[in-house]
C-alpha cells in the first residue's frame, strides 16, 4: 500500500477514535448517575458507566496500540526517505563517477589511436632504414670483393726492405738482401729475414707505415738455444690499446697477421719482468 495513503488512512482512524474516546469522557460529567447517555451520530444511548468505563478502557487500549504503530510507521517512512536520499547521493557520485571515467576511456582511446599511428609511421621508417641498410650491405660485400680483389694482385714484399724500424731498443733487424748471410731459428727453422727482441725489460721496435699498407704477416716463435723464460708480445696501432700475445719457452712457431689498413705508426713491444737470455722474434716478415 502507498505511504502516502497508509498515513492518510490511519490518521483518519485516529480521528475517529479520539471522537469517539472525547464523547465518552465528556459524556460522564453531564449525569450525575451511574449512567452515561452517548450521543453517536445523533441517536442517544443510556449505558452503565462501568460499562462505559470498560469500553472506554477498550478503545483507548486501541487507540495506543494503533498510535504506536503510526509511530513506527511514521519512523519507517522516515528511514526508508533517508534511504531514498542516500541512494539518490549515491546514484549522482555513481553517475559522476561513470561519467570521469567516460572521459578517461575516451582520452585513452584517442591516445592509443595516437600510438597506433607513430608505431605505423615507426614500422614504415623502420621498413625504409632497413632497405637502405640492406642496399648499403650489399654494397659494402661489393667493395669488400673488390678490395679484396685489388689486394690480392698486390704481392707481399720484405718488411725490412721498405720499412725498416726508425726507433727501437733491445731489438735486431735480419735482412737477406743486405748479403751478410745472418739468420736466426725458431722451432728448428733458419730465417734470414725478420726480427728478435731481447726479452728482459721493455725491448720495442717502432715503424712508420704512413697508411700505405693493409697486411703484415710473418711467423712468431720463440728464438732457438736462449732462455725459456716467457714474456708477452704487445702491438700497437697508432697507440692504441695493444693486443697482447703471449710468449712461452717451449711455443710452436706460427703465423700472424696484423691488420694495418689506414694504420700511421705500429709500435711492437716484447716485454719481460724476469732478466734472462730469452729471445723472441719474428721470421719471413713480409709487409703489402
Known amino acids: 500500500m502507498d505511504e502516502k495513503l497508509k498515513h492518510v488512512i490511519i490518521t483518519g482512524i485516529f480521528s475517529v ?12 460529567a453531564l449525569n450525575n448517575n451511574n449512567v452515561v447517555t452517548v450521543n453517536v451520530n445523533g441517536d442517544k444511548t443510556v449505558i452503565n458507566q462501568n460499562e462505559y468505563q470498560k469500553m472506554y478502557d477498550e478503545l ?12 513506527r510507521l511514521e519512523g519507517e517512512k522516515n528511514d526508508l526517505s533517508n534511504q531514498n536520499d542516500s541512494l539518490k547521493n549515491n546514484l549522482s557520485e555513481v553517475n559522476s563517477k561513470n561519467d570521469k571515467l567516460e572521459g578517461e576511456k575516451n582520452d585513452l582511446s584517442n591516445q592509443n ?21 640492406d642496399a648499403c650491405k650489399s654494397n659494402t660485400s661489393t667493395q669488400n670483393t673488390i678490395n679484396q680483389t685489388d689486394n690480392s694482385t698486390i704481392a707481399s714484399v720484405y718488411m725490412l ?12 733487424e735480419y735482412i737477406s738482401s743486405d748479403g751478410k748471410g745472418r739468420s736466426f731459428s725458431m722451432g728448428g727453422k733458419k730465417y734470414y729475414d725478420g726480427c728478435i727482441w731481447s726479452g728482459y725489460g721493455n ?9 700505405k699498407y693493409t697486411n703484415i704477416s710473418g711467423i712468431l716463435g720463440h728464438v732457438d738455444e736462449t732462455s725459456m723464460t716467457g714474456n708477452t708480445l704487445q702491438i700497437y696501432l697508432d697507440g692504441k690499446p695493444p693486443q697482447e700475445i703471449t710468449l712461452t719457452g717451449d711455443m710452436i712457431p706460427y703465423e700472424i697477421n696484423i691488420n694495418v689498413t689506414n694504420i700511421t705508426q705500429l709500435k711492437i713491444v716484447c716485454y719481460g719482468m724476469t732478466y734472462d737470455s730469452q729471445l723472441y722474434g719474428i721470421g719471413d716478415l713480409k709487409i703489402r
Open 60 to 71: 483507548y487500549q486501541q487507540y495506543t496500540t494503533l498510535k504506536n504503530s503510526f509511530d
Open 161 to 172: 726492405d721498405v720499412v725498416p724500424a726508425y726507433q727501437s731498443r733491445d731489438y735486431e
Open 17 to 28: 477514535i479520539a471522537a469517539i474516546i472525547g464523547i465518552f469522557a465528556i459524556a460522564p
Open 113 to 133: 589511436d595516437s600510438l597506433k599511428n607513430n608505431l605505423s609511421e615507426a614500422n614504415s621508417k623502420n621498413d625504409k632504414l632497413s632497405n637502405e641498410l
Open 203 to 211: 725491448a720495442f721496435s717502432i715503424y712508420g707505415l704512413d697508411k
